[in-house]
C-alpha cells in the first residue's frame, strides 16, 4: 500500500431525453420522485460523458475535475454518490502490479475524477444525466462493487433524478418506488436500442443559454405551489406509463408520438401552473410545435414527436429515415443553416460502457 501506484478505469455513458417525464420528488435528499418516468437513451458516439476514476496512495484528497476545470466535491449529491459506492467496495488484487486494496482500504483511499462531455458545447442539453450515471459507473468499477446496473440507478439517482435512465440503453423506465429509503426507486430496461432502431432523434438547439431557473429549483417550486402537479402525478402518468410502455413494445409510432407530445405540453402546462410562473420554452419552440402538429394532421398519421425538457431546445423523433429527411428538409425552410437554431440527428444509443481500466 505504501508504493505510489496509480489504479484508472474510463467508462463512457450517454445522455438521455424523457418521453413521460419526471417533474416532482417526495423526497428531496434521496431524490424519489412522484410519478414514474420513461426516457430514451440517445447514441454515446455524439452525446455523452467519458469519466476516468483514479486512486493512489499518494492522493490526500478526493477531487474533480469537468472539462478540464476543477469542481467542488462538496456537494450532498456528490458526497451521497461516493458514500454510497464506497459503502459496496469490495476487495481487489491486481498481482501484475503488486496492488492489493482490501475492503477497509477504501474508506482511507482518495479518488480523483476526470469528466468530459462530448456534446456541442452550443448544445444546452443537460449534461447532470449522462455526468452522475458515469460518475457512479466508474467509481463502481474502480472498487469492484458487485451491483447490477438497476442497483447502480438507485446510487446514480441521488446524483441528479434523471442520471438513474442513463445506466441503460434502448428505452428506459424509471420506478418511482415505494419504500421510504429508496431502494426501490430505481430504473429497469424496457427495450434495448435495437428493438426500435428506425427511429431517428433530431435535436433543434433553439438556445445554448442557461436557463434562468434549473431543473432542482422548478421542480421544487411546482410541488410546493401547483395543484395541477399532483393530477398529472396521481391520475395521468400512472395510465400514461402503461399505454407508452404499450407502445413501445408494439413499436406504434402513433400512439407514441401522442403519448410523447402529450407529456411535453403538459409538462410546461404544470411548470405555467407554478407560482411564480416557469417558462423554458420560448417562441421558436412555439412554432416548431405548430409546424411538427400541422405536418402530422395533413399527413393523417403522426411522422414525427416532439418533446422538450426544461429549456426550448426541441427534441423531434422522427418515425424513420423518410420521416427524419422531410423534417429536417422542413426545418431548414423555417431555420436556414444561418439562423441561431442548429440541427443535430442522432439514433437510439447503448448502455454504459466500460472503455478501459488499468
Ligand atoms: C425536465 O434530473 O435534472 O429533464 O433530480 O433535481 O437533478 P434533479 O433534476 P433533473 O431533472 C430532469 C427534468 C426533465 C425531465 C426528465 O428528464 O425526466
Known amino acids: 500500500m505504501s508504493e505510489p501506484w496509480v489504479k484508472m478505469v474510463t467508462a463512457q455513458t450517454p445522455t438521455n431525453i424523457a418521453v413521460i417525464k419526471y417533474w416532482g420528488k417526495r423526497d428531496e435528499t434521496l431524490i424519489l ?32 475535475w469537468l472539462n478540464g476545470k476543477e469542481i467542488s466535491l462538496s456537494g450532498g449529491r456528490y458526497q451521497n454518490c461516493l458514500r454510497e459506492i464506497r459503502a459496496r467496495a469490495c476487495d481487489i488484487e491486481d498481482k501484475e502490479r503488486g496492488i492489493k486494496i482490501s475492503k477497509k482500504d477504501w474508506e482511507k483511499l482518495h479518488v ?48 441528479s433524478g434523471s442520471a438513474c435512465r442513463s445506466l441503460f440503453g434502448g428505452f428506459v423506465k424509471w420506478n418511482m418506488g415505494k419504500v421510504e429509503d429508496g431502494s426501490d426507486s430505481l430504473a429497469i430496461q424496457v427495450v434495448d436500442e435495437k428493438h426500435w432502431h428506425d427511429l431517428v432523434i433530431i435535436i433543434a438547439v433553439v438556445s445554448s443559454r442557461e436557463k ?75 412554432r416548431i410545435i405548430s409546424c411538427v402538429e400541422k405536418w ?53 444509443g447503448d448502455k454504459s460502457i466500460l472503455k478501459d481500466a488499468g
Open 33 to 64: 420522485p412522484v410519478n414514474d418516468s420513461i426516457s430514451i437513451t440517445l447514441d454515446p458516439a455524439h452525446l455523452c460523458t467519458t469519466t476516468t476514476v483514479a486512486v493512489s496512495p499518494s492522493f490526500v484528497q478526493d477531487r474533480m
Open 212 to 286: 434562468e431557473t434549473s431543473s432542482t429549483t422548478g421542480m421544487h417550486e411546482t410541488v410546493e405551489t401547483s395543484l395541477l402537479l399532483q393530477h398529472r402525478a396521481k391520475e395521468i402518468v400512472p395510465k400514461r406509463i402503461v399505454q407508452m410502455e404499450m407502445s413501445i413494445k408494439n413499436r406504434d409510432f402513433a400512439s407514441f408520438a401522442h403519448l410523447t407530445c402529450a407529456d411535453s405540453n403538459q409538462f410546461h402546462a404544470v411548470c405555467l401552473d407554478t407560482c411564480p410562473p416557469i417558462f423554458y420554452m420560448n417562441d421558436t419552440s412555439h
Open 112 to 159: 480523483h475524477i476526470a469528466s468530459y462531455n462530448n456534446f456541442p458545447t452550443a448544445a444546452g442539453l443537460a449534461s447532470s444525466a449522462a455526468g452522475f450515471a458515469c460518475l457512479v459507473f466508474a467509481l463502481a468499477k474502480l472498487m469492484n462493487a458487485k451491483e447490477d446496473n438497476s442497483e447502480l440507478s438507485a446510487i446514480a439517482r441521488q446524483g
Open 296 to 348: 402530422n394532421r395533413s399527413e393523417g398519421t403522426p411522422q414525427v414527436a416532439y418533446t422538450f425538457d426544461a429549456g426550448p431546445n426541441a427534441v423531434l423523433i422522427a418515425h424513420n429515415r423518410k420521416a427524419a429527411a422531410q423534417l429536417l428538409q422542413k426545418l431548414l425552410f423555417y431555420f436556414p443553416p444561418n439562423s441561431d437554431t442548429q440541427l443535430n440527428s442522432y439514433v437510439l
